[in-house]
């Protein structure tokens, strides 16, 4: 049965001898990160944290931008932090606090679910 996702970006998906009719609208978290290497690149910044939702989105889509940095060089992630997938109260707070701990670090990278980067 031909399958058309409007909004799955997992790379496993692209395999065509598991998926063989899987389509979608959207590019896998592969493009994205290397997207987002070339944003960070052009901006100038050498040094970055990442910041994921828990699950397979976010923990994919940093670990594809941490092997798409490693790839294109020039790039150091500074520290890479999970947002857990049902937050208590003040987990955002830690977060930031976490994130301020690398007061040198020139940007943060998200990839998170709407709720999240809200």
Known sequence: IPQISYASTAPELSDPGRYEFFSRVVPPDSYQAQAMVAVVRALGWSYVSTLASEGNYGESGVEAFVQSSRE?????IAQSIKIP?????????????????TSTARGVVLFANE????
């Open 115 to 118: 709720d999240d980067i809200r």
């Open 85 to 101: 997938r049902e937050p208590k109260p003040g987990e955002f707070t830690k977060v930031i606090g976490r994130l301020m701990e």
């Open 72 to 76: 294109a060089g020039g790039l150091c």
